[in-house]
C-alpha cells in the first residue's frame, strides 16, 4: 500500500514540478511571489480541454488513451497561456513594476487570479470537466504499484521537459543571460542584456509550463475552476522546500510535496495542508540557521 502511495505522490509530484518553476523564475527575476500563477495551470487545462474537442479522438498514441490530439492540443495550450501571461504582464504588472512597491505587485496577482477564475467560470461553467470519459486502465509496474498509462505519460513528459529545460539553461545564450539577470539584473542590464526580452521570456516559459502541468493534471483527475486555487499552495510549497529560487530545488520540491500530499492521505486528506505547512517551517528554519552561520 505505500509503495503505491509512493507512486502516486510521484505523479502528483511530477505537475507541482511544472508549477513550481514558473513560480520560481517569477520570484527568482521579477522577485515578488505571483498568487495567479495557478489561474495559468487552469487555463491550459482549458485550452487543452477546447482543442481537444475540436480534434476528436484523434489516433491512439501506443498504449494511451488520449491519442495524437492530446498532444496537438497540449502545444496550443501552451502557446496561447503563454500569451495570456505575456497580456497580463503588459496590462498589470510592468506598469506596477516601475513603482518598485513589492506589495503592491503581490496584491496586485490576488486580484488577477479572482478574475482569471471568473473568466473561466463565465466561459466554461462552475462543473468539473473530463478530457475523455473512458476509464483507463491500470497495470502493475512494480509489486504493490498500478499506474495507468496517463499516469505514465505524465511522468515521462515532465522528466523530458525537466532536461529539455536544464538544456536551454545550461547550453543556450538565452539560457545563460536568463540566469545572469536571475544572480544581478543591474549588472545583467550593464553588461548590455536586454532585460525587459528576459522578463517576456520568464513569461513564456513559466506560463508554457504551467500550461502543460494543469493539462496533465486535468488528465489524471479532472479540470475545474478551482484546480489552480487548489494547486496553488501546493506549488508555492514546493518552491519554497526545495530553496526558493533554484529551478532544480523547483522539481526536487514538488516530488517531495507531491509525497507529503499523497502519504498524508492514508491518514486523511485534510491534513496534507498542516504537513505541507510544518514542513515549509522545518526548511525555513534550517534556512535561516544557515544564513545566521
Known amino acids: ?16 514540478a511544472l508549477g513550481a518553476i514558473g513560480l520560481t523564475l517569477t520570484y527568482n527575476i521579477l522577485r515578488f511571489a505571483n498568487f495567479a500563477h495557478g489561474e495559468f495551470l487552469t487555463f491550459g487545462a482549458y485550452f487543452a480541454l477546447v482543442f481537444v474537442g475540436l480534434f476528436g479522438g484523434g489516433a491512439a498514441l501506443g498504449p494511451f488513451t488520449f491519442g495524437w490530439s492530446f498532444l496537438g492540443a497540449l502545444a496550443l495550450a501552451l502557446v496561447l497561456t503563454a500569451l495570456l501571461a505575456l497580456l497580463l504582464d503588459r496590462l498589470l504588472y510592468a506598469p506596477l513594476r516601475k513603482s518598485d512597491v513589492v506589495v503592491a505587485l ?22 468539473p470537466e473530463y478530457y475523455t470519459r473512458s476509464i483507463a486502465i491500470s497495470h502493475e509496474m512494480l509489486p504493490g504499484v498500478r499506474l495507468n498509462a496517463n499516469e505514465l505519460f505524465v511522468v515521462v ?117 498542516v504537513m505541507l505547512f510544518v514542513a515549509i517551517r522545518h526548511r525555513w528554519i534550517d534556512e535561516l540557521r544557515r544564513r545566521a552561520a
Not at 509503495?3 to 510521484?10: D, E, K
Not at 503581490?106 to 462543473?127: D, H, K
Open 106 to 127: 503581490v496584491i496586485a496577482s490576488f486580484g488577477a487570479s479572482l478574475m482569471l477564475r471568473n473568466v473561466i467560470v463565465f466561459f466554461w461553467g462552475s462543473q
Open 157 to 273: 513528459v515532465t522528466a523530458v521537459l525537466m532536461l529539455a529545460l536544464h538544456l536551454f539553461l545550461t547550453r543556450t545564450r538565452l539560457g545563460q543571460q536568463m540566469r545572469a539577470v536571475s544572480d544581478n539584473p543591474a549588472l545583467a542590464q550593464v553588461t548590455g542584456i536586454d532585460v525587459r526580452r528576459i522578463v517576456r521570456w520568464v513569461w513564456i516559459i513559466g506560463g508554457g509550463l504551467a500550461a502543460i502541468g494543469g493539462a496533465l493534471f486535468g488528465l489524471t483527475v479532472q479540470v475545474s475552476p478551482e484546480m489552480g486555487f487548489t494547486l496553488i499552495l501546493p506549488m508555492f510549497a514546493a518552491a519554497i522546500l526545495g530553496g526558493i529560487g533554484s529551478v532544480y530545488g523547483a522539481v526536487l520540491g514538488g516530488l517531495i510535496a507531491g509525497q507529503i500530499i499523497s502519504l498524508t492521505s492514508m491518514i486523511d486528506p485534510a491534513y496534507s495542508y
Open 1 to 16: 500500500m505505500i509503495a503505491q502511495y509512493l507512486a502516486n505522490g510521484i505523479v502528483l509530484g511530477a505537475t507541482l
